[in-house]
């Protein structure tokens, strides 16, 4: 499928007017180019660790729209300028131009896969569903992994992190427990390695899906395996479904905005001796996030490693 790419140059205080203007004529998505930087509360919100650094912000910015070439008929950008011409009694819509693209024919919710090949860490393979199994996996354990639309392949330093320590430390009938489960591919591991059941949690609805579809692949039995769709940080109900002091193994390979408030609360869930193996940090965070765990008396550090600029950071229950 072809779509035609439509840009409007505006400003960038007319950019929420545009996009609801948009949106009420039937636009279901857009997408938005400027170079305001994010507030402290966008930041907080969206758990961002690091931004990138913007030139100048001119007041100037991009909304973009796309049509399927094949049913345009520009109505909808006839319905586009109409609608600026009657935000211009309330707002400074700067120049107004719209310029016209057509995109690729591409498959973009699966283009990326063709970069997503095999590869091992340790004694595990890790193999996309759609590869095929070769003669050079016999002897290994082979974990299929399919990310759907949650995130997790596999490939990423920060989970490799996880993954490695879970190799080191898991034990037969663990129970774990996998905050910011994404794709389950970190408690379909640890269930592979031996642990006894996993209960994962995540804000995505997707990674429910996923992580159900990811244990059936490897052959894990769904009753071994429970999705929590909420917040453990800060939801009692979350708390009580997760259950207290009974987990073997805590991983989480989520932001470091993220850790140091987990750090607060996890030993709750936590048997005396449990270890809490975490990634997702990037290195200038690191500090931040061990002063944390030491600020926890319940909390012993036992390993700090790193990968290119990601930080795990690995700590046991007093």
């Not at 009657?86 to 057509?102: N, P, R, S, V, Y």
Request: proline share 3%.
């Amino acid at each position: 499928m072809k779509w035609n790419k439509y840009t409007l140059k505006t400003t960038t205080e007319a950019v929420d007017l545009i996009s609801g203007m948009m949106m009420d004529i039937g636009i279901e998505g857009i997408e938005i180019e400027d170079n305001v930087q994010l507030s402290k509360e966008d930041i907080k919100t969206m758990f961002v660790d690091f931004l990138p650094e913007l030139p100048p912000d001119e007041g100037i910015a991009k909304v973009s729209f796309y049509i399927d070439s094949d049913v345009d008929d520009k109505t909808m950008t006839d319905k586009v300028y109409k609608g600026l011409e009657e935000l211009k009694m309330f707002t400074d819509i700067g120049e107004g131009t719209i310029t016209e693209a057509q995109t690729e024919d591409r498959d973009w919710i699966n283009n990326w896969k063709q970069y997503f090949h095999p590869f091992s860490i340790g004694e595990l393979v890790i193999k996309p569903t759609w590869e095929p199994y070769t003669k050079a996996m016999e002897g290994h354990l082979v974990v299929n992994i399919d990310p759907g639309t949650a995130f997790g392949t596999g490939s990423h330093e920060t989970t490799q992190l996880v993954i490695t320590q879970l190799q080191k430390y898991v034990k037969k009938d663990d129970l774990l427990l996998d905050v910011g489960c994404g794709s389950g591919i970190l408690s379909v591991i640890g269930l592979m390695l031996g642990a006894k059941r996993a209960v994962g949690t995540d804000l995505d609805p997707n990674a429910i899906v996923a992580s159900q579809e990811n244990a059936e692949i490897n052959k894990i039995p769904l009753d071994k395996i429970e999705i929590i769709d909420g917040n453990i940080i800060d939801d009692k109900a979350i708390k009580d479904a997760v259950g207290y002091e009974c987990y073997d193994i805590v991983c989480a390979n989520i932001l470091a905005d993220v850790l140091i408030p987990l750090s607060e609360i996890v030993a709750d869930h936590m048997k005396v001796g449990a270890i809490f193996m975490t990634s997702g940090i990037i290195n200038t965070k690191e500090k931040e996030v061990v002063e944390a765990f030491n600020k926890n008396p319940r909390l012993e550090i036992l390993e700090i490693n790193h990968d290119g600029e990601w930080v795990n950071v690995t700590a046991r229950k007093r």
